[in-house]
């Protein structure tokens, strides 16, 4: 990290190494295999593009705040990258409001990237076939739950105005993915699969079954 007095910005070829390396895990998990999957993919690369632009080169967001509030700007070096942590400036910018963000923010990304990786694990497994169980007897899409976890990890740990904005875009386009797959599934298994939607929640399941869903063998 850099340190207080530095411009800790301008690092292009690492904002693109972590754009490739993020999108790298994404495709991973969730390879589009249609249209409509490519471009909710791509709603997805364009967050990942603005988010690392902002960490790692041109700090937008830093910049419209701090000339917009002038002096009222809560902190001296807003250029450096312990204070481009938005959540961090608007408590005080404490080392502990830091270490606090980026655990919270790495929490959600792990059970993001551990739903991914479960999620991938059974659908290849099943060859087609209709999966309920492990995972997805918590949840009808897991994949999207992952996702959306991890980019509410990104979004506690480095929030632009950019990324604020994009969320709720990129949201929406996989709700609207998943009906759209539901329809496809409703026609190939029929009743078996009008009665797995009945008994199962599309995303988030109640809070008492998260342990569960978070720690499911989906070898069993």
Do not use: C
Request: charged share 10%.
């Amino acid at each position: 990290m850099h340190g207080a007095n530095e411009y800790a910005y301008g690092m292009w070829v690492v904002a693109a190494f972590n754009i490739g390396i993020f999108l790298f895990f994404m495709l991973s998990f969730l390879k589009p295999r249609g249209g409509q999957e490519w471009r909710s993919m791509g709603v997805v690369t364009a967050f990942l593009a603005a988010l690392f632009a902002e960490m790692y080169g041109y700090p937008l967001t830093i910049y419209l705040l701090s000339g917009w509030l002038g002096d009222a700007y809560p902190v001296l070096q807003p250029f450096s990258h312990k204070y481009g942590h938005l959540w961090v400036v608007v408590f005080g910018g404490s080392t502990l409001a830091w270490a606090m963000v980026m655990g919270l923010s790495l929490v959600f990304m792990l059970m993001g990237y551990m739903l991914l990786s479960k999620g991938w694990t059974q659908i290849h497994g099943a060859r087609g076939g209709l999966v309920s169980d492990g995972i997805y007897a918590y949840a009808r899409h897991p994949q999207y739950t992952g996702l959306f976890l991890v980019i509410i990890g990104f979004l506690v740990q480095w929030p632009t105005l950019l990324t604020a904005l994009m969320a709720p875009i990129m949201l929406y386009a996989y709700v609207h993915l998943a009906r759209v797959e539901e329809r496809r599934a409703e026609a190939e298994f029929g009743e078996a699969y009008n009665e797995y939607v009945r008994k199962t929640p599309a995303f988030f399941p109640p809070l008492k079954q998260w342990k569960a869903f978070l720690t499911v063998d989906v070898g069993d």
